[in-house]
């Protein structure tokens, strides 16, 4: 991009009021995607119209739901986002606190199973959407799929404790499909009756896999 000559007016970063309805829009598709998953959690995706969430949201008419979100379907994977959003914030900034690779495989599991627990709604809005999910081309989401981003960093971490030592000897795709399933196994559990306790299962899941990674002494 060229310079603006020295006696050029430089032009406002923004037009005036342009941050505050830029504000104003992030609240309201926040409310939105708020109500949408508690729709979705109480209702399920089926009968979780652009009508019922306009109710649970306070909105006046569902034209304020199309004026942030296209169809049900864009609404859907902004949902999905924020979640995992969250999510990964949640259990990265923990595991960016610990120094040693045994200790952030510890945080990984700690982070994920508390992150399921202290967010059931969204957990069950999730499973709902699931199986209408889409991806660009238009094809299903599968759990295989859904699972491969953590799973590649999953196979990374334990790799990375292998070289550093803190690790024995296995194969780091087979650990990853592991623990993946154990932590995905206890999202299905939540839901059930009786409920799993989460703490107790952390506690078991942690101590199983630190032993089953752990260097041989």
Do not use: C, W
Not at 126 to 155: K, M, V
Not at 197 to 208: C, M, N, P, S
């Amino acid at each position: 991009m060229a310079a603006r000559g020295a006696g050029a007016a430089a032009a406002p970063a923004t037009a005036p009021g342009a941050s505050s309805r830029t504000f104003t829009n992030s609240a309201r598709r926040a409310q939105i995607v708020a109500a949408a998953i508690d729709t979705i959690a109480e209702l399920g995706y089926a009968k979780a119209s652009f009508a019922r969430i306009t109710e649970r949201a306070g909105l006046s008419s569902p034209r304020m739901i199309s004026y942030h979100f296209a169809d049900k379907d864009d609404l859907m994977h902004q949902v999905v986002r924020e979640v995992f959003t969250a999510g990964a914030e949640f259990i990265g900034a923990r595991m960016a606190a610990e120094e040693t690779v045994a200790g952030r495989l510890r945080a990984y599991l700690e982070a994920n199973l508390r992150f399921l627990r202290d967010h059931p709604r969204e957990m069950l809005a999730l499973t709902e959407i699931g199986p209408h999910a889409r991806d660009a081309d238009g094809a299903a989401y599968t759990s295989r799929s859904a699972q491969e981003p953590s799973l590649r960093g999953l196979a990374e971490l334990l790799a990375a404790g292998q070289r550093s030592g803190e690790f024995r000897e296995f194969d780091v795709a087979s650990m990853a499909v592991m623990i993946r399933g154990a932590v995905d196994a206890a999202a299905v559990r939540l839901r059930g009756e009786p409920a799993l306790d989460v703490d107790t299962y952390t506690r078991e899941l942690v101590t199983a896999f630190a032993r089953a990674t752990e260097a041989e002494r």
